[in-house]
T-cell receptor, first 113, second 113 residues
Framework: DAGVTQSPTHLIKTRGQQVTLRCSPKSGHDTVSWYQQALGQGPQFIFQYYEEEERQRGNFPDRFSGHQFPNYSSELNVNALLLGDSALYLC????????????FGSGTQLSVL | GNSVTQMEGPVTLSEEAFLTINCTYTATGYPSLFWYVQYPGEGLQLLLKATKADDKGSNKGFEATYRKETTSFHLEKGSVQVSDSAVYFCALSLTGGGNKLTFGTGTQLKVEL
């Protein structure tokens, strides 16, 4: 049973570019949440998708957007990259959005130069 | 707003020593409390949780008790092993919050022989 998988594992971009990160949830899970973890910090909630809609959003600008597909996989898009967007981006999946046990992927390490 | 404060690391202990990692929280409402662990190169894993005051969460020899009067959820283990070396995150979620987690900044634990 595959857990949460994220791709790519590492990514290097330059300021102003756009990036797309991908996440496949754990089998049977229908809810995907995205978190940003800056170096030495705890993860910060970006948003959560359920039934292909954004259900909750944290305190992130509109440059951060997402999508959920019918197979429950999800993408995180970041436009107009800033140096401060360099971080580990974590995807977490759960069932129904009310189950408090989240399963996390290993993350995508994004470096913005 | 909601927040979690953890003791700063790194915490360095000898094998078989007693571990305490302090965690306090501020929340509107009645949160559930969690400890997550992040091993090098891996995603976060749920270590234990408690959903109401005076509950004790436990797993793999780790324990934490939900103390509403002191708004605390300190992590303890009686005898640490080298394999416990990791970063530990305290987190909360609010009832009805759709399992959105608010994390502390993490505490790195290093256990030496």
């Amino acid at each position: 049973d595959a857990g949460v998988t994220q791709s790519p594992t590492h990514l290097i971009k330059t300021r102003g570019q756009q990036v797309t990160l991908r996440c496949s949830p754990k089998s049977g899970h229908d809810t995907v949440s995205w978190y940003q973890q800056a170096l030495g910090q705890g993860p910060q909630f970006i948003f959560q998708y359920y039934e292909e809609e954004e259900r909750q959003r944290g305190n992130f600008p509109d440059r951060f957007s997402g999508h959920q597909f019918p197979n429950y996989s999800s993408e995180l898009n970041v436009n107009a990259l800033l140096l401060g967007d360099s971080a580990l981006y974590l995807c977490a999946s759960s069932l129904g959005g009310i189950n408090e046990k989240l399963f996390f992927g290993s993350g995508t390490q994004l470096s913005v130069l | 707003g909601n927040s979690v404060t953890q003791m700063e690391g790194p915490v360095t202990l000898s094998e078989e020593a007693f571990l305490t990692i302090n965690c306090t929280y501020t929340a509107t409402g009645y949160p559930s409390l969690f400890w997550y662990v992040q091993y090098p190169g891996e995603g976060l894993q749920l270590l234990l949780k408690a959903t109401k005051a005076d509950d004790k969460g436990s797993n793999k020899g780790f324990e934490a008790t939900y103390r509403k009067e002191t708004t605390s959820f300190h992590l303890e283990k009686g005898s640490v092993q080298v394999s416990d070396s990791a970063v530990y995150f305290c987190a909360l979620s609010l009832t009805g919050g759709g399992n959105k987690l608010t994390f502390g900044t993490g505490t790195q634990l290093k256990v030496e022989l």
